[in-house]
């Protein structure tokens, strides 16, 4: 378990006598980086919003770590605010928000419809501007709040074939920074983690992808993946959900607007 506060700030000593616990809301938290930044946040002592579509994971997971389970569509703005408000009904004023969620999509220009370039930014972009506005009152409020784009560092350099990925993960990059500079006198902080390839069913399914698209076996594929990164290897769930949780604590404060790579290297800025 990681050495981390789970009371985040100026309220710690109220919440502490009051024995309440600090609400996270992750979002994508059916497998992957989210599921993993899901039960370190439980580990650490959060009372954990686990959300994403597939009911059944988010149930299964919420029941393994006692957290709440939060079944919510983020191409349906609808499905978004009646998220917020039910948590914010039942379970209470969200804390911290670890804006996970996204899908990775990749093709050439030409055979980027304007339906994958509209769910794209949509997923990854839209929802985590929607849930931002949303939870950011009740941060301003406490005087006090955390929240962390899991962007990629597809959003701070580009990428062949990934136009409509790349676009929406800049934009996460620029309303973090956006937000950051404006909210930097209420207590908030936001960031953002950058991650290159991560071990998880995202990378997976990109593996297929070279492994259609250029006749290469699995290790070959995998392995052009893993080249990428100057450590030669795919970065692990649990280094990125560190990174996360080490954004955390009252003693992170300082560290607001940050785009913080998370890839053996292979992006330097
Ligand atoms: P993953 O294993 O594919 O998981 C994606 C998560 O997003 C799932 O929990 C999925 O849940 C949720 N999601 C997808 N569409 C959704 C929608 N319409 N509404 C609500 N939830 C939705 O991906 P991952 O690798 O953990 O990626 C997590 C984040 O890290 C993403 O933002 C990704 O872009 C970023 N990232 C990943 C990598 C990588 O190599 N894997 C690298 C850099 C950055 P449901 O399907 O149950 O809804």
Known sequence: MLPVDPFIGLGQATRMNAKQKTIALVTGASRGIGRQVAQDLADAGYRVVCAARTTSAVDELAREIGGVPLTMDLLQTDSINKGIDWVESHVGPIGVLVNNAGIATSAPLPQTTLDIWTQTIQVNLTANFLLTQRCLPKMVAQ??????????????????????????????????????????????????????????DMTTAAIE?????????????????????????????????????????????????????????????
């Open 209 to 269: 992808k070279i492994k259609t698209a250029t006749g290469r076996d699995e290790t070959k594929a995998r392995s052009a993946l893993e080249r990428m990164n100057p450590q030669g290897r795919l970065i692990g769930v649990d280094e990125v959900s560190h990174a996360v949780m080490s954004l955390l604590p009252y003693e992170a404060r300082g560290i607001n607007g940050q785009a913080i790579a998370l890839d053996g290297g292979q992006v330097m800025k």
């Open 143 to 200: 005087g006090e709040g955390r929240i962390v784009f899991v962007a990629s560092n597809a959003g701070l350099t580009g990428y062949a074939y990934t136009s409509a990925y790349c676009a929406s993960k800049h934009g996460v990059v620029g309303l973090m920074r956006s937000l950051a500079a404006e909210y930097a006198k209420t207590g908030v902080t936001i960031n953002a983690v950058c991650p290159g390839f991560v071990d998880t």
